[in-house]
């Protein structure tokens, strides 16, 4: 009874902690395409900017919890905008890191799932994703933020559980290599904004009113975290 009861949860085990097979690398280079697409063309980044908003909101949201922050909840527009609201000192180390934590967010995600699919770990990148979601499902405040963030999960736990090894793989290829490519386009975004005299009240200059430090160098911060992030992680996923 006991080895009956068990041995499904050692095979869970196994199935999540073990390692898959790496793709071939054209399939590598298939994936890098197919991210490269969703990130280029203005009506596709549009609607796949939801993604990267996810990533964003939820790197301020976990920043303020690790901390100590309370975290009040996470709205996501239709827009692509969100908007995390914390409560805690309104000065400190703290809210600058939960500050700084939303464009960095998205590149260093893609550069830890790099090294996890370099580790030829798949299925644990897609049930880490997948939990990461649910967490942040609880904190999410408004309809449409529910809807992205369940379909977005919905998206991993379905290819997690009922597809194939190779489809596994290159949906966490795929995924991944989004956040490296897309990672790198907001701060750019956020930098054309401010030069029309838009963003007034961006992360970055948040920041700068919060270390006396000017915006353009936190950009440059946001460039380099999500300019390294896509070289290292590149070089990892395509084994080089």
Avoid at 125 to 131: F, G, K
Avoid at 140 to 154: E, F, M
Avoid at 184 to 209: M, T, Y
């Amino acid at each position: 009874m006991i080895s009956i009861v068990f041995a499904p949860i050692g095979d869970l085990w196994d199935r999540v902690f073990g390692t898959q097979p790496a793709p071939d690398r054209w399939l590598v280079a298939v994936t890098a395409a197919l991210a490269l697409v969703a990130v280029i063309p203005r009506p596709l980044w549009r609607l796949s900017r939801n993604t990267i908003t996810i990533a964003h909101e939820g790197g301020h949201g976990l920043i303020a919890l690790v901390t100590g922050r309370r975290l009040d909840g996470i709205r996501l527009h239709s827009d692509t905008s969100g908007l995390t609201v914390s409560r805690g000192r309104p000065t400190g180390l703290g809210m600058i890191l939960t500050a700084a934590a939303g464009y960095t967010a998205p590149p260093l995600l893609g550069l830890g799932g790099a090294w996890l699919l370099a580790a030829h770990h798949i299925t644990l990148l897609l049930w880490l994703a997948t939990a990461l979601l649910i967490a942040m499902l609880v904190m999410i405040r408004n309809a449409y933020g529910v809807l992205t963030v369940v379909l977005t999960g919905a998206a991993f736990l379905l290819v997690s559980w009922l597809t194939s090894a190779a489809v596994q793989s290159a949906f966490a290829y795929t995924a991944v290599w989004f956040l490296l490519l897309g990672g790198v386009r907001p701060a750019f975004e956020l930098q054309s904004k401010r030069r029309q005299g838009g963003a007034g009240d961006s992360d970055a200059d948040q920041l700068a009113r919060l270390t006396h430090v000017p915006p353009a160098l936190w950009l440059f911060l946001f460039h380099a975290v999500s300019l390294c992030s896509l070289i290292g992680g590149g070089r990892w996923l395509l084994g080089l």
